[in-house]
């Protein structure tokens, strides 16, 4: 038998020594992405706003300064145009809390009363509710662009009317008073 007299380790050799250290990830690549992103999207973003917000503003906003329809456009369009227009008549002359309230909410608003009396307000809430079933219903396949070409020539000389008023009167005075 042999004798096998008890070693130590051998390590490897050559022996290399201690592997050197990673160093983390340098942040500065990370913080130069992060600032290129905030320097060029907030533009971007305000650009696309830009362009694509003027042409639905220019739909809707038809009938704020001239008061008549276009015949490229349809007679709902015209109608939700008109609708939108005495809306924004609204929010100048009672604020922007007027913006965010339904047509029952401004039917139930004692300043409207105010500035256009009884009738006005029934009729402009009349109005805004036929807009809004108009709006919000599904769209049909039969719909019948000459009986809404006859709602617009009905509505549109009286919404102008009353949104020339809303105009014209000073918040808080009653229309009717100035008549006496």
Do not use: Y
């Given at each position: 038998m042999n004798q096998v007299s008890p070693g130590g380790l051998v390590p490897p050799r050559p022996n290399?020594?201690?592997e050197p250290w990673r160093e983390p990830g340098s942040i500065t690549g990370v913080l130069l992405v992060v600032g290129i992103l905030t320097v060029l999207v907030p533009p971007a973003v305000f650009l696309l706003r830009r362009q694509f917000g003027a042409a639905a503003q220019a739909k809707r906003s038809k009938f704020v300064a001239g008061g008549s329809s276009r015949a490229e456009h349809s007679p709902q369009d015209n109608l939700v145009a008109?609708?939108?227009?005495?809306r924004t008549a609204l929010i100048l002359k009672?604020?922007?809390?007027?913006?965010?309230?339904?047509?029952?909410e401004l039917s139930a608003d004692a300043r409207l009363e105010?500035?256009?009396g009884d009738q006005g307000r029934s009729e402009?809430?009349?109005?805004?509710?036929?807009?809004?079933?108009?709006?919000?219903?599904?769209?049909?396949?039969d719909r019948n662009d000459e009986a809404l070409q006859q709602m617009?020539?009905?509505?549109?000389?009286?919404?102008?009317?009353?949104?020339?008023?809303?105009?014209?009167?000073?918040p808080g005075r009653d229309h009717d008073?100035?008549?006496?």
């Amino acid at each position: 038998m042999n004798q096998v007299s008890p070693g130590g380790l051998v390590p490897p050799r050559p022996n290399l020594g201690p592997e050197p250290w990673r160093e983390p990830g340098s942040i500065t690549g990370v913080l130069l992405v992060v600032g290129i992103l905030t320097v060029l999207v907030p533009p971007a973003v305000f650009l696309l706003r830009r362009q694509f917000g003027a042409a639905a503003q220019a739909k809707r906003s038809k009938f704020v300064a001239g008061g008549s329809s276009r015949a490229e456009h349809s007679p709902q369009d015209n109608l939700v145009a008109l609708s939108d227009s005495i809306r924004t008549a609204l929010i100048l002359k009672l604020g922007m809390a007027c913006r965010a309230k339904t047509t029952e909410e401004l039917s139930a608003d004692a300043r409207l009363e105010q500035l256009l009396g009884d009738q006005g307000r029934s009729e402009l809430i009349r109005f805004l509710d036929r807009i809004d079933r108009l709006k919000f219903a599904l769209p049909r396949a039969d719909r019948n662009d000459e009986a809404l070409q006859q709602m617009l020539s009905e509505w549109e000389p009286r919404i102008v009317a009353l949104r020339e008023r809303i105009q014209t009167n000073a918040p808080g005075r009653d229309h009717d008073s100035r008549r006496r």
